[in-house]
C-alpha cells in the first residue's frame, strides 16, 4: 500500500477507507481481509472475472458435479465495473 494516498471516512451509517497500490505493485487485486482484530479476518472478493466463475462454478456445481455438468456450465464474462453499475454477459 501507498501511505499517504490512503484515508478512511466515516459517518454515522458508513466507513469508506481508500486503498492506493504501491508504484512497484501490479495487477489487479482479488481479495481483501477486515475485521476487529487479525484472529477474526473475514475475506471478500473483488468482482473479477475470474471471481465471478470460480463463485458461480461452485454454486451451481458442487465438487460432485460430473465432468460432462462442468463443459455445460455457462460462460460468464464481466464487461464493466463501476462505482454504481456492474455489467456481466452471460453465454
Known amino acids: 500500500?501507498?501511505?499517504?494516498?490512503?484515508g478512511?471516512?466515516?459517518?454515522?451509517?458508513?466507513?469508506?477507507?481508500?486503498?492506493a497500490k504501491a508504484p512497484d505493485s501490479t495487477g489487479?487485486?482479488?481479495?481483501?481481509?477486515?475485521?476487529l482484530d487479525p484472529s477474526a479476518l473475514q475475506e471478500r472478493?473483488?468482482?473479477t472475472e475470474e471471481n465471478i466463475d470460480g463463485f458461480?462454478?461452485?454454486a451451481l456445481?458442487?465438487?460432485?458435479?460430473?465432468?460432462?455438468?462442468?463443459?455445460s456450465q455457462p460462460l460468464i464474462e464481466?464487461?464493466?465495473v463501476s462505482e454504481d453499475r456492474i455489467q456481466i454477459r452471460v453465454e
Do not use: R
Open 1 to 6: 500500500l501507498l501511505s499517504p494516498e490512503t
Open 8 to 19: 478512511v471516512s466515516v459517518s454515522a451509517h458508513n466507513v469508506v477507507v481508500e486503498l
Open 28 to 35: 489487479p487485486w482479488e481479495k481483501f481481509s477486515f475485521g
Open 45 to 47: 472478493l473483488f468482482v
Open 56 to 58: 458461480l462454478g461452485t
Open 61 to 71: 456445481c458442487p465438487s460432485s458435479c460430473s465432468q460432462s455438468a462442468l463443459e
Open 78 to 80: 464481466v464487461l464493466e
